[in-house]
């Protein structure tokens, strides 16, 4: 579809094209995007709801520039959907809106950004296929889009076509969505989860979905989350990651397909600095600059190992 931005539609390993001052990237399923150092953004890839922002729906194959965006600080996209954080802590989102993901108070697509409502003060945001969410300067957590993610306060599976305050999340520092769960990092180093928990990826040692957040089993010296579909992932101050959910691709990277409904530790990584994660993989980059990955390899996205998976991480060549 494109989505490697470097002209062609082939399986390849090159620079994207037309790209030079980039701050910022992400990837989602089927598109990527990047902010410029000017606060533009620009994206390329599959089109279909218009995710793109450029005020189409066609496809490219080489990055567009997203209309009217000229102070965005950072970009985050989902599976159709993407969104960017504005320099005046409002949020502006654009693509498919079947669930209400853009915040405006529509389930209508848009091929442009659109301002989601009532956000004034964001610092972070956090995208995936079916909802979103935004840290604000107060520690809270607000989120709209999709059912399932236990966005409403007191509690309900309803979707919200507007932005809701998460239950009970007063002091978060960071924010991360799943497929179907979200996490937040709190300034004390804990993690609480929320939403689907059919694979233990609340972290709680439960299976069972929660409508507002619970506290993640044993992990209190956390830095930063990343959550895939039905995994998550922590990295710890000490240079360890734990991760918990589900592995049959191996993405916990603990050395079993097995899941873990309590936090896991990834084997032999000490050193990490950041952590980050698809689908059903999961990567960490090093101290000595190097990255690891582990997990699902269907299409070559561990690199180390081309279309073999793993359970325990295997270092990227040539990075």
């Given at each position: 579809?494109?989505?490697?931005?470097?002209?062609?539609?082939?399986?390849?390993?090159?620079?994207?094209?037309?790209?030079?001052?980039?701050?910022?990237?992400?990837?989602?399923?089927?598109?990527?995007?990047?902010?410029?150092?000017?606060?533009?953004?620009?994206?390329?890839?599959?089109?279909?709801?218009?995710?793109?922002?450029?005020?189409?729906?066609?496809?490219?194959?080489?990055?567009?520039?997203?209309?009217?965006?000229?102070?965005?600080?950072?970009?985050?996209?989902?599976?159709?959907?993407?969104?960017?954080?504005?320099?005046?802590?409002?949020?502006?989102?654009?693509?498919?809106?079947?669930?209400?993901?853009?915040?405006?108070?529509?389930?209508?697509?848009?091929?442009?950004?659109?301002?989601?409502?009532?956000?004034?003060?964001?610092?972070?945001?956090?995208?995936?296929?079916?909802?979103?969410?935004?840290?604000?300067?107060?520690?809270?957590?607000?989120?709209?889009?999709?059912?399932?993610?236990?966005?409403?306060?007191?509690?309900?599976?309803?979707?919200?076509k507007v932005p809701v305050e998460v239950t009970g999340i007063t002091t978060a520092t960071a924010i991360t969505v799943g497929t179907y769960h979200s996490c937040a990092l709190l300034d004390n180093g804990t993690i609480k989860c929320w939403g689907g928990n059919n694979e233990g990826q609340l972290g709680n040692g439960t299976t069972t979905n929660s409508l507002t957040p619970v506290s993640v089993?044993?992990?209190?010296?956390?830095?930063?989350?990343?959550?895939?579909?039905?995994?998550?992932?922590?990295?710890?101050?000490?240079?360890?990651?734990?991760?918990?959910?589900?592995?049959?691709?191996?993405?916990?990277?603990?050395?079993?397909?097995?899941?873990?409904?309590?936090?896991?530790?990834?084997?032999?990584?000490?050193?990490?600095?950041?952590?980050?994660?698809?689908?059903?993989?999961?990567?960490?980059?090093?101290?000595?600059?190097?990255?690891?990955?582990?997990?699902?390899?269907?299409?070559?996205?561990?690199?180390?190992?081309?279309?073999?998976?793993?359970?325990?991480?295997?270092?990227?060549?040539?990075?």
């Amino acid at each position: 579809y494109g989505q490697l931005g470097d002209g062609t539609f082939y399986n390849l390993h090159n620079l994207v094209a037309n790209i030079s001052t980039a701050a910022a990237i992400a990837a989602g399923d089927i598109h990527t995007c990047a902010l410029l150092a000017g606060g533009t953004i620009k994206c390329w890839g599959w089109n279909n709801y218009g995710q793109l922002g450029n005020g189409t729906i066609i496809e490219s194959k080489v990055p567009v520039e997203v209309t009217g965006i000229t102070t965005a600080t950072a970009i985050t996209v989902g599976t159709s959907h993407s969104c960017a954080l504005l320099d005046n802590g409002t949020i502006k989102c654009w693509g498919y809106n079947g669930h209400g993901q853009l915040g405006n108070g529509t389930i209508i697509q848009s091929i442009v950004p659109v301002e989601v409502t009532g956000i004034t003060t964001a610092t972070a945001i956090a995208v995936t296929g079916g909802h979103s969410c935004a840290l604000l300067d107060n520690g809270t957590i607000k989120c709209w889009g999709h059912f399932g993610q236990g966005l409403m306060d007191p509690g309900s599976f309803i979707s919200s076509k507007v932005p809701v305050e998460v239950t009970g999340i007063t002091t978060a520092t960071a924010i991360t969505v799943g497929t179907y769960h979200s996490c937040a990092l709190l300034d004390n180093g804990t993690i609480k989860c929320w939403g689907g928990n059919n694979e233990g990826q609340l972290g709680n040692g439960t299976t069972t979905n929660s409508l507002t957040p619970v506290s993640v089993s044993g992990v209190s010296a956390a830095t930063s989350i990343s959550a895939g579909t039905l995994h998550s992932c922590a990295l710890l101050d000490n240079g360890t990651i734990k991760c918990w959910g589900y592995n049959g691709n191996g993405q916990l990277g603990n050395g079993t397909f097995s899941g873990s409904i309590t936090p896991a530790s990834v084997s032999n990584i000490s050193t990490a600095t950041a952590i980050g994660r698809g689908g059903y993989h999961s990567c960490a980059l090093l101290a000595d600059s190097t990255t690891r990955c582990w997990g699902e390899n269907g299409s070559g996205q561990l690199f180390g190992s081309i279309f073999t998976g793993r359970n325990i991480p295997v270092t990227v060549d040539g990075y």
